[in-house]
């Protein structure tokens, strides 16, 4: 208890720099999903005006996106990408240093909420926001993956933060951007909280328009210039993705979850055991007020049927702080009495318990990218000087491969999603990196044969006569083939 009041903010600061970069290095690829925008970023830096050698061209994706993420990423790593450029460095490092720069500007986030929060609600609540936060393997995970939510995750935090201290221009002028730029449903989110204040009054509409009419003025002019430049056509990237997402309601064609999948799976698996300290924060009516547009937020965006728990992010920190400032009301009463006593040791369980989980999720997650892995194979296993021609199927590309993994320049690397097996053209490369299928690699028999093996997550197994009580199990996820015999040049 001592401890948390006389923790100043710097610590608290390392203590979410160190973990996030231990999720960082234990699980460095990407999944498809963050796919855009770290292939912009990877093009913006390594090609820059040569716009024809650009990913996007080629896999546009169902929707475009913003470069203004991936941009201010680039143009953060560009001093030290030049550095470790002239020690030949590989370009995965360059990977690893745009998603710390992400992460980075989360955890910046983050503590200057703890800042707030400090000032407002005490020393004692901003530590323990910030040890809940270090604790959950969700939003630290997350914090480094190159997703449209988490570019807008840190935009969030500084605008909520600025509605907490009351400080409105800065609120709209950082909500109108990252609204019109990254996440166009935060107008539910944010909306709320300005709803909340101009019926509060401690917002008037004079001011409102003040401070609107030119925020959104230039957000928008500045992600429809960047982003029709990059795309060569006039282009709101944004206002695509709500047409095709909401109005159109095409995003349901990945999958739907019932009406309220947000509250009985996502809040629960992400806060984990800090949950049923959530009710109790709420004695402080201070909490109520903070949480009701949080609420609201979530309660409104279970209309849309497609659902996934990256998309309701930016509130778990704020359901974090409600959680923190109902532990901080039992370990403000620890001398009172023998119940005090033990719920204090409950708060101090629930921290080593999420702890716990978290570096067992971790572990999945390690396992989780063949197809990285699989590229990793390719460049440890063949030498740099031979003549590769690789051809990386959906699977691969889906899950870990990036244009970061591309090391050597003299190799030949392709993503054509249009070849079977059977397909003659198959010849022409000298290694397949290709999702583990027994009836495929039968199919190649006569002209590759697999060179490495990838195994991946498969399933969690429980078995309660051993300790611990579950396994994780791996399965062949990717190989990696070679060319046996050099076919005649095909012209």
């Not at 629930?350 to 990793?376: D, E």
């Not at 490369?429 to 697999?450: A, C, F, G, V």
Request: with cysteine; hydrophobic share 45%.
């Amino acid at each position: 208890m001592a401890g948390l009041r006389n923790t100043s903010g710097l610590p608290l600061l390392f203590l979410l720099i160190i973990v996030f970069l231990i999720h960082l290095f234990i699980s460095p690829f990407t999944k498809v999903e963050e796919s855009f925008n770290l292939q912009a970023a990877h093009d913006i830096i390594y090609h820059r005006l040569d716009f024809e050698k650009y990913d996007h061209h080629e896999f546009p994706g169902v929707v475009p996106r913003t470069f203004l993420g991936p941009l201010f990423l680039s143009v953060l790593c560009s001093p030290i990408v030049f550095l470790t450029s002239l020690l030949n460095t590989p370009k995965f490092y360059t990977q690893l240093m745009i998603r710390g720069c992400l992460g980075a500007c989360v955890m910046g986030a983050l503590w200057h909420m703890q800042r707030e929060v400090r000032r407002q609600l005490g020393s004692t609540v901003a530590g323990l926001f910030c040890l809940i936060c270090a604790s959950q393997f969700h939003l630290m995970f997350y914090s480094t993956r190159t997703l449209p939510n988490i570019f807008a995750l840190p935009i969030v935090l500084l605008a909520f933060t600025s509605w907490m201290a009351q400080k409105h221009g800065a609120f709209i002028y950082l909500s109108a951007f990252v609204i019109l730029v990254f996440r166009s449903e935060l107008c539910i989110f944010l909306g709320l909280m300005l709803l909340m204040s101009l019926l509060s009054r401690k917002l008037g509409l004079l001011e409102l328009f003040y401070y609107a009419v030119p925020a959104g003025v230039l957000s928008l002019a500045l992600t429809v210039s960047v982003d029709s430049f990059f795309w060569r056509k006039l282009l709101w990237p944004e206002g695509q993705v709500l047409w095709y997402n909401t109005i159109l309601n095409k995003s349901s064609n990945w999958g739907i979850a019932p009406f309220l999948w947000y509250f009985y799976s996502a809040v629960p698996r992400t806060l984990g055991c800090t949950l049923p300290f959530v009710p109790l924060g709420l004695l402080d009516r201070r909490m109520r007020f903070l949480l009701l547009p949080t609420v609201g937020f979530v309660l409104l965006y279970s209309l849309l049927p497609h659902k996934e728990l990256r998309f309701i992010i930016y509130t778990f920190p704020v359901l974090n702080l409600v959680a923190a400032c109902g532990c901080s009301l039992i370990l403000r009463n620890y001398q009172k009495s023998l119940m005090y006593k033990l719920g204090s040791l409950v708060v101090a369980g629930q921290l080593l318990t999420n702890a716990a989980y978290s570096g067992f999720s971790l572990y999945v997650s390690h396992h989780n990218y063949p197809g990285g892995r699989g590229m990793q194979a390719l460049h440890s296993l063949v030498p740099a000087t031979a003549d590769v021609f690789v051809h990386i199927d959906a699977y691969a590309a889906e899950t870990g491969v990036s244009r970061f993994l591309e090391q050597n320049r003299n190799w030949r690397y392709d993503k054509r999603e249009d070849l079977s097996p059977e397909s003659l053209e198959m010849k022409r490369y000298s290694h397949l990196l290709m999702e583990y299928n027994t009836t495929k690699i039968l199919q190649l028999r006569d002209t590759h044969q697999p060179l490495a093996v990838i195994e991946g997550f498969d399933r969690i197994t429980l078995n309660m006569f051993h300790f611990p009580p579950f396994s994780v199990q791996l399965e062949k996820k990717t190989v990696l083939l070679e060319r046996m015999d050099e076919p005649e040049k095909v012209k």
